[in-house]
C-alpha cells in the first residue's frame, strides 16, 4: 500500500488489509492526544475501562471498545484534542489465581514461597503475558494513545495510590476495625459487598429445639445453617412475644456441647416470622453480629477461615463446613433436637472469583468511611454535572449511593498495592505516610512492621481518571485532559467503579472526573443467557474478525473471517438504548454483507473515476456552481439530512441509529438509486457523466468520513485510493482518520426536491412490485401507463420520464390524465397517480387468469366461513364485541378483494 492500486482486487479482502492499515496510522502517529487538533481545540478525553492483565478479549470487550473508538473516532475527525488513555488492571486476586495456578503446574508449591519470590514470580509472569489483551484490542481498531499506556502497577500509579491513602487516613475517612465482613474461603480473602454475587438457591429451613436449662420447657429456632449452632451466643425474642416472656432471661442449653446461653429480648425478633425466636451467632451472620453488638454477647468462631469446622464444633472439627451440615443434622435428630425441615428459595452470597458461598466472619481490617464521600458523589447526578446514559442508570447509581456502607478496602492477598501502614509493637500505634518509616511516630519505637494486606484492586481503579495523567504531580496532561468527557462501560461495575471514580475525583481533585457517562447493556448468546466458557455459548471476537472455528451451544461454527469493521458494525448496529444484546456468530454476516457492499460500490467508483480524474476535489461551493440535475440536487440534499442524522446520533450516544443513518444513505441512497442512474451517465460519456463524477467524488468521500467511526479500516483504505483521483498521493501524510467531520452545507440543501423524489421513487417501486407479482425477472421490460391527476402533473412527471423509465425498466412509458386502462392490464394506485401495466405477451393470460380465479375460490371460501359465524347468535351474542367486530371487518375486507378478483378477472376475460 505505498501507492494507488492499479486495480483494487474484485473483493473486500479485510484479513489482508487491516492489520497494514493500522500499522501506517501508528506509524504516523494518528493515535496521540492532540492529532489532528484544529489550533485552541477543546479536549475530549475517555478513560479505556482498564481491562485485567490476564485478560483476553472477550465479546463484552469488543462492544465495550467499539463504543469507546466510535466516539474517539468521532470527536477527533470534529477536530478536539482527543486523548483516549489506554491500560490495564493489576487484578489483584485474579492475578494471583492464575500465577499460582501456572507454579502449582511446574511443581512449585505457592503456599511455601516467601512474599518477595511471590511477587518475582508475579512480575516475571506480567512481563511475559501480561498484557495480551491490548494486542487484540488493536485488531479491533481501538485508536488509543498507546504510547502512554499505564498499569495500575506502574510507579507511578502505585504513588498515587499511597498519597490517596494517605490523604484519606489523614482526613479520618480511613481505619482500621473489627467489623463483620465477606470472607471468602477458597482466597482466604475479605471482600467486599459489590464483589459478593446472590445466588438465588433451593434450601431448607431446619427447625431445632433447644432446652431450657432448668428443664422447665423448650424454645424452637429455624435456621438455614445448622452448622453453625455451635458458634451460638443467645436466642433473641421479641419483648411483646408473649410466647416468650416468661423465658427472657433464662438460658438454653446447646445440644452437643453443653454450653448455656442466654435468652434475651430483641426487636430483630419477628413474632410473625417462624416459630418468632432466632438463634444469634455473632461471628458468623451480620444481624447477629449487630444483636451481638447491642447486646455484648460474646463471638465463637465454629467455622474456620479455610471454610472448615474449629475446635468449637466439638468432634467435627476439620470437617468442611458444608459435609458438617449434613453429619450434625444426623446426630441432633437422634437427640430429639431436630424437629423437621421446610424447602426454600433463597439468596445466597457467592464470591464473584471463586464461585463459591462466602462465609460472613468478623475479622480486623481496613475501611473507606463512604458516607461522607458519597454525599458529594450523589449531587453530581442530581444537580447534573455527571449525566447517565441511559438516564435510567442514574436511579441505579443514586441508590446505592444512598444506601452504601463502609468499603472494606484490605485483602490477605500478595499481589496489588501493600497497605502504607506500619504497627508498633511496644504502643500498639499505627504509623501511616508517604514513606516508609524506620520508627512509631507514636513513640519512637523501632519495633514496627508494616500492614501483611493489599489494597482492593477497585481501590487503584478509582483513581485512573487522574492517575494515568500524573497525579499527584501537577502536570500539564492533568490540567489539559481532567476532567474527562465519557465514560463507556458496563451496568455491572457501576457501584464497583463508576460511583467511586466518582468520589475519589471529587476528595483529590474537588471535580467531577468525567461529564458522561454511557451504560451499554450486556452481551447474551442467541437465547438470551450470558455468554460464558463454561456454557460453551461464547462467542470468539478475534475468530469472527480472523476467521476460524467458534464453538458455540453446541456445534461448531466455521467463521471464514468477517474483518473488525464487520464486527463492529454489527455490535453498533444491536446497540439500542443500553439493552442488551442477543448475539449469534451468524449476525455478524450482516456486517460483513454491508463491508462487502461499501467496498463493490467504491471499486465501480473508483473504476469509472479513474477515467475522469478531477482537477481538485469538490467542494460544496464548487457543486453550487455546477448546473446540477435533478438527481443529483437530490442526491446532496439526502447527504445533508445524513450527516445531520449521523451527527445528532452520536451527540444522543445513539450509536445504532447513527450506524443506521449511514447505512441507509449509503445503501438506498447513493448506491441503489443515484448510482445505478449514474451508471447511464457514464456510458453516455460526455458534460453529464462529468457531472455525475463531480457528485459521486464529493458524496463518496464524505460517506466514508460518516462511516469511519464506526467502520475505520474500510472507510480509510477506500478513502485513501481516492486520492489520487482527487490529486492528492495514496497514503502520503492524509489521513482519513485525522480529516474533519462533515458538517452541513445549506447551499446544497433542497427539500423540495427530497419530497419530488419521494414520489418518483414511489412510481418506481409500485411497477417493480407489480413485475415482481407476476414473477418476472428484472431484465423484463414493461409497457407502462401513468395516469396523473391533471395536466399539470403529468406535465411535471413528464420531466422525469427517463429516470422513471430507466429505473422500472420500461419498454415504454405514456403519460396522460386521460389515458385509459388498456386491456389486460394490471393496476396499482399511487397517491394521485394511476399506474397500468399491460400483460399481454409478457405473462401467459391464461394461465395468470387461473391463477386469479384460484385466489378468488380461496377468498370465498374463507368470506363464508365468516359469514358462518356471523348468523351464529351463540357467537355473535357470547363472543366479545370487539372480536365480533372484527370479524366484520375482516369480512367487509374479504368482500372488497373478492370484488376486485371479480372484475380483474372479468377484465381478462374478454
Known amino acids: 500500500m505505498t501507492a494507488q492500486s492499479p486495480e483494487l482486487a474484485t473483493t473486500w479482502n479485510a484479513a489482508e488489509v487491516e492489520d497494514r492499515v493500522y500499522d501506517r496510522w501508528e506509524s504516523a502517529g494518528c493515535f496521540r492526544a492532540g492529532a489532528g487538533a484544529q489550533s485552541g481545540a477543546k479536549s475530549y478525553t475517555v478513560m479505556i475501562p482498564p481491562p485485567n492483565v490476564t485478560g483476553v478479549l472477550h465479546m463484552g470487550h469488543a462492544l465495550n471498545n467499539t463504543l469507546q473508538d466510535t466516539l474517539v473516532r468521532w470527536r477527533r475527525m470534529q477536530g478536539y484534542d482527543t486523548l483516549w488513555q489506554p491500560g490495564c488492571d493489576h487484578a489483584g486476586i485474579a492475578t494471583q489465581a492464575v500465577v499460582a495456578k501456572a507454579l502449582s503446574a511446574q511443581g512449585i508449591v505457592p503456599e511455601e514461597l516467601d512474599r518477595e519470590t511471590f511477587l518475582s514470580h508475579v512480575w516475571a509472569w506480567k512481563e511475559?503475558?501480561?498484557?495480551?489483551?491490548?494486542?487484540?484490542?488493536?485488531?479491533?481498531?481501538?485508536?488509543?494513545?498507546?504510547?502512554?499506556?499505564?498499569?495500575?502497577?506502574?510507579?507511578?500509579?502505585?504513588?498515587?495510590?499511597?498519597?490517596?491513602?494517605?490523604?484519606?487516613?489523614?482526613?479520618?475517612?480511613?481505619y482500621q476495625g473489627t467489623r463483620m465482613v465477606n470472607w471468602d474461603p477458597v482466597l482466604q480473602t475479605a471482600l467486599s459487598d459489590d464483589e459478593v454475587e446472590a445466588q438465588d438457591l433451593d434450601g431448607s429451613m431446619w427447625r431445632l429445639r433447644y432446652?431450657?436449662?432448668?428443664?422447665?420447657?423448650?424454645?424452637?429456632?429455624?435456621?438455614?445453617?445448622?452448622?453453625?449452632?455451635?458458634?451460638?451466643?443467645?436466642?433473641?425474642?421479641?419483648?411483646?412475644?408473649?410466647?416468650?416472656?416468661?423465658?427472657?432471661?433464662?438460658?438454653?442449653?446447646?445440644?452437643?456441647?453443653?454450653?448455656?446461653?442466654?435468652?434475651?429480648?430483641?426487636?430483630?425478633?419477628?413474632?410473625?416470622?417462624?416459630?418468632?425466636?432466632?438463634?444469634?451467632?455473632?461471628?458468623?451472620?451480620?444481624?447477629?453480629?449487630?444483636?451481638?453488638?447491642?447486646?455484648?454477647?460474646?463471638?465463637?468462631?465454629?467455622?474456620g477461615f479455610d471454610g472448615l469446622m474449629t475446635a468449637e464444633a466439638a468432634h467435627y472439627a476439620g470437617q468442611d463446613r458444608f459435609v458438617c451440615r449434613k453429619a450434625v443434622l444426623k446426630e441432633l435428630e437422634q437427640l430429639g433436637v431436630y424437629q423437621g425441615r421446610s424447602p426454600i428459595r433463597h439468596a445466597v452470597g457467592h464470591g464473584d472469583r471463586s464461585g463459591v458461598p462466602v462465609e460472613p466472619m468478623v475479622t480486623k481490617q481496613w475501611f473507606v468511611a463512604m458516607k461522607p464521600l458519597a454525599e458529594r458523589a450523589l449531587k453530581e447526578t442530581t444537580e447534573g454535572r455527571v449525566n447517565f446514559h441511559p438516564s435510567r442508570w442514574a436511579k441505579v447509581y443514586g441508590r446505592w449511593l444512598e444506601e452504601v456502607r463502609d468499603w472494606c478496602i484490605s485483602r490477605q492477598i500478595l499481589w496489588g498495592h501493600r497497605i502504607p501502614a506500619w504497627h508498633c509493637a511496644d504502643c500498639g500505634e499505627i504509623t501511616v505516610g508517604m514513606d516508609d518509616p524506620n520508627q512509631c511516630a507514636h513513640c519512637g519505637s523501632t519495633q514496627i512492621s508494616q500492614d501483611p494486606d493489599v489494597l482492593d484492586t477497585w481501590f487503584s481503579s478509582a483513581l485512573w481518571p487522574f492517575s494515568t495523567l500524573g497525579w499527584p504531580a501537577a502536570t500539564p496532561e492533568l490540567e489539559r485532559y481532567y476532567p474527562t468527557s465519557t465514560l463507556?462501560?458496563?451496568?455491572?461495575?457501576?457501584?464497583?467503579?463508576?460511583?467511586?471514580?466518582?468520589?475519589?475525583?471529587?476528595?483529590t481533585q474537588n471535580q467531577r472526573p468525567f461529564d458522561d457517562v454511557y451504560i451499554h447493556g450486556t452481551v447474551l448468546d442467541e437465547k438470551g443467557a450470558k455468554m460464558s466458557k463454561s456454557k460453551g455459548n461464547g462467542i470468539d471476537p478475534l475468530i469472527m474478525i480472523k476467521g476460524g472455528t467458534q464453538h458455540y451451544l453446541g456445534s461448531d461454527y466455521e467463521c471464514p473471517g468477517y474483518g473488525a469493521d464487520a464486527v463492529r458494525f454489527t455490535l453498533l448496529e444491536m446497540t439500542t438504548e443500553g439493552q442488551d444484546l442477543k448475539l449469534s456468530p451468524a449476525r455478524f454476516e450482516a456486517g460483513r454483507n454491508f463491508a462487502n457492499k461499501v467496498y463493490n460500490a467504491g471499486r465501480f467508483l473508483l473504476m469509472n473515476l479513474r477515467q475522469r480524474p478531477l482537477a481538485a476535489a469538490p467542494t460544496a461551493q464548487s457543486l453550487g456552481a455546477l448546473d446540477l440535475g435533478f438527481t443529483e440536487r437530490w442526491l446532496l440534499d439526502r447527504l445533508q439530512t445524513t450527516i445531520d442524522g449521523c451527527t445528532s446520533a452520536l451527540e444522543r450516544f445513539r450509536f445504532n441509529d447513527y450506524v443506521a443513518c449511514a447505512y441507509h444513505f449509503?445503501?438506498?441512497?447513493?448506491?441503489?438509486w443515484y448510482l445505478e442512474w449514474a451508471k447511464r451517465h457514464f456510458r453516455d460519456g460526455g458534460g453529464a457523466a462529468d457531472m455525475a463524477a463531480q457528485v459521486l467524488a464529493y458524496a463518496f468521500e464524505r460517506t466514508l468520513r460518516l462511516l469511519h467511526p464506526g467502520m475505520p479500516f474500510i472507510s480509510e483504505y477506500l478513502w485513501q485510493e481516492l486520492q489520487p483521483i482527487l490529486g492528492q498521493a495514496a497514503w502520503g501524510e492524509a489521513h482519513l482518520m485525522l480529516c474533519p467531520w462533515p458538517t452541513l452545507e445549506e447551499d446544497l440543501r433542497r427539500p423540495a426536491v427530497g419530497a419530488e423524489m419521494e414520489r418518483l421513487q414511489a412510481l418506481v417501486s409500485a411497477i417493480r412490485s407489480i413485475r415482481n407479482a407476476q414473477g418476472l425477472g428484472d431484465g423484463v421490460a414493461l409497457e407502462v401507463v401513468l395516469v396523473p391527476a391533471s395536466a399539470e402533473d403529468a406535465a411535471a412527471l413528464q420531466m422525469h420520464a427517463e429516470f422513471i423509465s430507466d429505473r422500472a425498466n420500461c419498454a415504454t412509458l405514456q403519460m396522460s390524465h386521460t389515458a385509459s386502462r388498456p386491456a389486460t392490464a394490471v393496476s396499482e394506485v399511487v397517491g394521485d397517480c394511476t399506474i397500468h401495466v399491460p400483460l399481454a405477451g409478457v405473462v401467459d393470460l391464461a394461465a395468470y387468469r387461473a391463477g386469479l380465479e384460484k385466489q378468488l375460490a380461496a377468498k370465498e371460501q374463507a368470506a363464508q366461513g365468516k359469514r358462518g359465524r356471523l348468523a351464529n347468535p351463540g357467537y355473535v351474542n357470547k363472543a366479545p364485541a370487539e372480536k365480533v367486530q372484527e370479524t366484520r371487518d375482516l369480512l367487509a375486507a374479504d368482500e372488497a378483494e373478492i370484488a376486485k378478483l371479480r372484475q380483474t378477472i372479468a377484465e381478462f376475460t374478454n
Open 666 to 672: 449509503f445503501r438506498d441512497d447513493l448506491c441503489d
Open 488 to 507: 463507556v462501560t458496563d451496568r455491572g461495575i457501576i457501584y464497583f467503579w463508576v460511583a467511586r471514580m466518582v468520589m475519589m475525583g471529587l476528595f
Open 128 to 174: 511475559q503475558y501480561g498484557g495480551t489483551i491490548i494486542g487484540q484490542l488493536k485488531k479491533l481498531g481501538s485508536s488509543c494513545d498507546w504510547s502512554r499506556e499505564r498499569f495500575t502497577m506502574d510507579e507511578g500509579l502505585s504513588q498515587a495510590v499511597r498519597q490517596i491513602f494517605v490523604q484519606l487516613y489523614q482526613a479520618g475517612l480511613i
Open 211 to 303: 432446652p431450657l436449662s432448668d428443664g422447665s420447657g423448650f424454645i424452637e429456632v429455624e435456621t438455614t445453617r445448622p452448622e453453625t449452632f455451635f458458634g451460638d451466643t443467645a436466642v433473641a425474642v421479641h419483648a411483646s412475644d408473649t410466647r416468650y416472656q416468661s423465658f427472657i432471661g433464662k438460658t438454653v442449653t446447646l445440644p452437643i456441647i453443653g454450653r448455656e446461653i442466654p435468652v434475651i429480648a430483641d426487636e430483630h425478633a419477628n413474632p410473625e416470622k417462624g416459630t418468632g425466636a432466632v438463634k444469634i451467632t455473632p461471628f458468623h451472620d451480620p444481624n447477629d453480629y449487630e444483636v451481638g453488638q447491642r447486646h455484648g454477647l460474646p463471638m465463637v468462631q465454629c467455622i
